[in-house]
Nanobody
Framework: QAQLVESGGGLAQTGGSLRLSCVVSGRAFNSMAVAWYRQAPGKEREVVAL????????EYSDSVKGRFSISRDTAKNTAYLQMNSLRPEDTAKYYC?????????????????WGQGTQVTVSP
């Protein structure tokens, strides 16, 4: 199973930006799609962005579309989430995960191995 290490979170003001990183080891990163998720206190984990294994296809939740951008660097086994125009409702712990199956990634309940996540807090 993959080892996932997320970083880059922190405190931002409304309208600000953050860039999250996800380093993947233990699986063939270059054959895996990648997804970013977030979980706010008291809420279920939700998927916010996905990118295909070649990076040709991306998908975003309606809540982040136009503000967040997912990318990947296969040479570095790393995926990124560029977050712009941040809002207080983006406050959550952010996680990444990988799988060959796009539909599995879209259903976080089907994934059993997670990293520690990185906290993003957006002040009003």
């Amino acid at each position: 199973q993959a080892q996932l290490v997320e970083s880059g979170g922190g405190l931002a003001q409304t309208g600000g930006s953050l860039r999250l990183s996800c380093v993947v080891s233990g699986r063939a990163f270059n054959s895996m799609a990648v997804a970013w998720y977030r979980q706010a206190p008291g809420k279920e984990r939700e998927v916010v962005a996905l990118i295909s294994w070649r990076g040709y296809s991306t998908e975003y939740s309606d809540s982040v579309k136009g503000r967040f951008s997912i990318s990947r660097d296969t040479a570095k086994n790393t995926a990124y989430l560029q977050m712009n125009s941040l809002r207080p409702e983006d406050t959550a712990k952010y996680y990444c995960n990988v799988d060959r199956n796009w539909d599995v990634l879209k259903n976080p309940g089907r994934l059993f191995s997670w990293g520690q996540g990185t906290q993003v807090t957006v002040s009003p």
